[in-house]
């Protein structure tokens, strides 16, 4: 916008300028062209005017003079080489009147294509009032020309200009942005466990916002560090008695025995469970680990269906490249409770789908992720007890043996991966488990 004000005024200045200056050389021309003329006694106009502008000795040059008489005594006609026959218009006085050095200047068309500027005055040549009009005419049409010419070198050299201060301010930006940039690689690098801090080999205006990073990654370690021992202190101390009462109750036999047992089994999965809790969420606060997902469904297929014999288990595998952004362990414990709870409940059809998202508010909130399905003929549940079956130790059907633990683990698992866990009714007519997990960008 600044090179386009400075060219429009420099290009409004230039032909203020041109327009002047060719004024000027007219009015000069007037000058000699009257100083060069004079009367006969017999009252005939008489001179030979030498310009010094070669124009006026060409034909058709557009630079025309001419001397006419005002007064009826004065007799003859003078004009340049130039003008021939031409006969230039005369304005009125009325449209045109003199100013106060009796000089007047207009623009007329002479009919040949030709904008001129006429300078003109009329002089007294002697004692008696005899009067002789004197014009002066240059072709409007070279200083037109000439603007133009100079306003395209104008915009010419501006435009490089300004394509050249464009390209110096790119790089100057693009320069002084290299340590920001170089900080979000660090960001990423760490994000993908290829670096555990900030380098603070900084400039010194963000040098402290990399000190304050790292300060921030070693205290969020501490932090993660010191849950996960105490989480995993705990289960180390509540292992042994645990295993007591397991075997107490396996000794005192019976409803009370096989009570202890059921509920001695289901402190140790939570415990079981809360340390894989822990395990995860140091994981993801460090290193982002990478398991192919197709593998590992394959193989829950394949030690599902040793299983489960009676069932039969199909694969629909619309992605074959997924790559899960966490540890394989996590992934199979996630698919072999679906699995366990599909094969508890399925008749003899089990199908998995492993595909790109879905269009729906849970997968758009993942920057990248992949969709894995499980469905069964079973069943099924009714749309209300949905939400019920995964609230922690709820049981919607006591016939079949098992905690009420299972998809509450399941999706706690999921969502520590920042993922989500849906249940639908199945094509297949039993239940459909849709499960969102983060995706390796590749």
Do not use: C
Not at 166 to 171: G, M, Q, R, V
Not at 296 to 301: A, P, T
Request: hydrophobic residues 40%; without cysteine.
């Amino acid at each position: 916008m600044a090179l386009v004000v400075v060219a429009t005024l420099i290009q409004s200045l230039y032909q203020d300028a041109a327009e002047r200056s060719f004024q000027r050389l007219l009015s000069a021309h007037l000058y000699s062209l009257v100083g060069a003329v004079s009367l006969t006694p017999e009252g005939v106009l008489h001179g030979r005017p030498e310009l010094g502008e070669i124009r006026y000795a060409s034909a058709d040059s557009g630079w025309y003079w001419s001397v006419d008489p005002v007064s009826p005594s004065v007799q003859g006609h003078l004009g340049s080489v130039s003008l021939g026959t031409k006969d230039i218009p005369v304005k009125s006085v009325a449209e045109e009147p003199f100013d106060q050095s009796f000089m007047r200047s207009y623009v007329v068309d002479s009919g040949h294509d030709e904008e001129l500027s006429v300078v003109e005055t009329e002089v007294v040549l002697d004692s008696t009032d005899k009067i002789a009009r004197f014009r002066v005419m240059g072709n409007l049409n070279e200083v037109k020309e000439e603007v133009s010419d100079f306003r395209n070198r104008l915009y010419l050299y501006l435009g490089l200009f300004g394509l050249g201060s464009i390209l110096i301010n790119a790089a100057i930006i693009l320069f002084g942005l290299r340590p920001l940039d170089h900080v979000r690689r660090t960001l990423a690098d760490i994000r993908e466990g290829r670096s555990n801090r900030v380098d603070a080999d900084l400039p010194l205006e963000i040098a402290p916002l990399a000190q304050e990073m790292n300060a921030l990654i070693e205290n969020n370690h501490r932090i993660v560090e010191r849950s996960r021992t105490q989480v995993g202190n705990l289960a180390h101390s509540l292992k042994t008695p645990l295993s007591v009462l397991m075997n107490e109750g396996r000794n005192i036999g019976g409803r009370q025995g096989k009570l202890v047992v059921e509920q001695s089994d289901a402190m140790q999965v939570q415990i079981q469970h809360y340390l894989q809790r822990a395990r995860v969420a140091a994981q993801r606060d460090s290193v982002v680990f990478r398991a192919p997902v197709s593998p590992v469904l394959e193989r829950m297929i394949r030690v599902t269906s040793k299983l489960n014999p009676h069932l039969k288990i199909t694969f629909s595998n619309q992605f074959q490249n997924a790559i899960f952004a966490g540890e394989k362990e996590d992934l199979e414990e996630i698919i072999g409770n679906i699995m366990e709870n599909a094969a508890k409940w399925g008749r003899s059809k089990i199908h998995l789908t492993l595909r790109h998202p879905q269009k729906t508010l849970a997968s758009e909130e993942l920057n990248a992720a992949f969709e894995i399905v499980i469905e069964d003929d079973g069943a099924g549940l009714p749309g209300d007890k949905m939400a019920e079956a995964l609230k922690r130790g709820k049981r919607i059907d006591e016939s079949k043996p098992g905690t009420g633990l299972g998809l509450a683990i399941v999706q706690d698992t999921v969502r520590e991966y920042g993922g989500y866990l849906s249940l639908n009714k199945a094509s297949l007519g039993g239940l459909a488990v849709q499960i969102t997990l983060p995706l390796v960008e590749s």
